[in-house]
Nanobody, 123 residues
């Protein structure tokens, strides 16, 4: 099972920026895609952005609410995904969760979640 370690959350003023990181660790696996989801209190967990590995095409996808403000990227050599968040708004406040889709050592498709990191946008 891939273990995901997230970092980079915190408190920021409206209009500010944060960069989230998500590193994947396991003995044998092949990343296929990584993504960031967020969940505010009382709301469902929604997709923010996703990216496929270069092996799978390197394509990105964004929620309409973050297009033009957030950028997702992946360093395949480090098995790490990043979410650069600019021009943050109070409505971006949520717990952000990293997700990874991968093939395990036997070639079976699996998915893992990170523990979540709090992002709070407030003046």
């Amino acid at each position: 099972q891939v273990h995901l370690v997230e970092s980079g959350g915190g408190l920021v003023q409206p209009g500010g920026s944060l960069r989230l990181s998500c590193a994947a660790f396991a003995t044998r696996f092949s990343l296929r895609a990584m993504g960031w989801y967020r969940q505010a209190p009382g709301n469902a967990r929604d997709l923010v952005a996703s990216i496929t590995s270069m092996h799978s095409g390197g394509s990105t996808n964004y929620a309409d609410s973050v297009k033009g403000r957030f950028t997702i990227s992946m360093d395949g050599a480090k098995n790490t995904a990043y979410l650069q968040m600019d021009n943050l708004k109070p409505e971006d406040t949520a717990v952000y969760y990293c997700n990874a889709n991968y093939l395990d050592g036997m070639g079976y498709p699996k998915s893992s979640w990170g523990q979540g990191t709090q992002v709070t946008v407030s003046s």
